[in-house]
C-alpha cells in the first residue's frame, strides 16, 4: 500500500493509522508537509485512535470472554469497529485470565461479522497457526479469511458465528495435538 509505505519510511507510522478512521487524505497531508489544518486534524484523530482503544478494552473487561476448550472469544457486535477490533484482541491478551488460549474477537461489519484472532509465541510454538485456522475455517463457513501465524483475520457471513467458534475450536484443538503427538 503506497500510503503505508510512504509515511511508514518517513517515521509516521501513527499517521498511516487515519486509514482505520476513513482519512487517510488527512495522515497523506501530513506526510506531504502541511504541518496546520491537517496535522492538528490527525491530532484529534489519533486522541480519538486511543479514546477507541480503551473504550474497547474496558467493554472487553466489563463484558468479559467467553472461554471454550482451545480458544477464547468476544463478541464486540457494533461496540468496537471492525478497523481497530483486531488492536483490541491483541491488547486483551493482558486483561484476560487465560493467556494459553488464542484470542478470536468477532465485530459488527458491513456484509458480515469481522473476525480477528490474535495468539502468542508459546501458542505458536505449540503448533498454533492462526493463519491456516482462520483461512479453512472461515471458507467451511461461507467466508473468507487468513494472515500470520501469530495475528490473523477472516469476514464471515452474519448468521455464521456460533458454527465458526465451534470449527476453529476444534480446529485448533487438532493443530496443537498434531504438535503434541510429533513433538
Same mark, same amino acid.
Do not use: W
Given at each position: 500500500? !503506497?500510503?503505508?509505505?510512504f509515511?511508514?519510511?518517513?517515521g ?9 478512521? $476513513? #482519512? ?20 484529534k484523530? @489519533? *486522541?480519538? #485512535?486511543?479514546q /477507541? @482503544? =480503551? /473504550? !474497547?478494552?474496558?467493554y =472487553?473487561?466489563?463484558k ?9 472469544? +468476544?463478541d464486540?457486535?457494533? #461496540?468496537?469497529?471492525?478497523?481497530i477490533?483486531?488492536i483490541?484482541?491483541? %491488547? ?5 485470565? /487465560?493467556?494459553n ?20 509465541? $508459546?501458542l505458536?510454538r505449540r503448533g498454533? /497457526? @492462526?493463519?491456516?485456522? %482462520?483461512?479453512?475455517?472461515? *471458507?467451511?463457513?461461507? !467466508?473468507?479469511g487468513? !494472515?500470520?501465524?501469530? *495475528? ?8 455464521a458465528k456460533?458454527?465458526? *467458534?465451534?470449527k @476453529? $475450536? +476444534?480446529?485448533i484443538?487438532?493443530?496443537l495435538?498434531?504438535k503434541?503427538?510429533t513433538?
Amino acid at each position: 500500500d !503506497g500510503i503505508r509505505d510512504f509515511c511508514l519510511s518517513r517515521g509516521l507510522g501513527d499517521v498511516y493509522k487515519r486509514q482505520r478512521y $476513513d #482519512h487517510a487524505e488527512i495522515g497523506l497531508a501530513v506526510c506531504m508537509g502541511d504541518r496546520e489544518t491537517a496535522y492538528e486534524d490527525a491530532r484529534k484523530l @489519533l *486522541a480519538e #485512535h486511543r479514546q /477507541n @482503544l =480503551v /473504550n !474497547g478494552l474496558m467493554y =472487553v473487561k466489563e463484558k468479559g470472554v467467553t472461554q471454550l476448550e482451545n480458544i477464547q472469544y +468476544f463478541d464486540a457486535g457494533s #461496540h468496537i469497529k471492525e478497523t481497530i477490533v483486531g488492536i483490541i484482541a491483541g %491488547m486483551s491478551s493482558t486483561i484476560v485470565e /487465560n493467556r494459553n488460549l488464542p484470542i478470536i474477537a468477532f465485530a459488527k461489519a458491513e456484509g458480515g461479522i469481522k473476525v480477528s484472532a490474535r495468539g502468542t509465541q $508459546d501458542l505458536i510454538r505449540r503448533g498454533v /497457526n @492462526l493463519s491456516e485456522a %482462520m483461512s479453512t475455517v472461515s *471458507a467451511e463457513v461461507g !467466508g473468507a479469511g487468513g !494472515g500470520h501465524d501469530i *495475528a490473523a483475520g477472516a469476514t464471515i457471513p452474519e448468521n455464521a458465528k456460533e458454527e465458526f *467458534a465451534r470449527k @476453529l $475450536d +476444534f480446529f485448533i484443538g487438532e493443530q496443537l495435538r498434531r504438535k503434541a503427538n510429533t513433538g
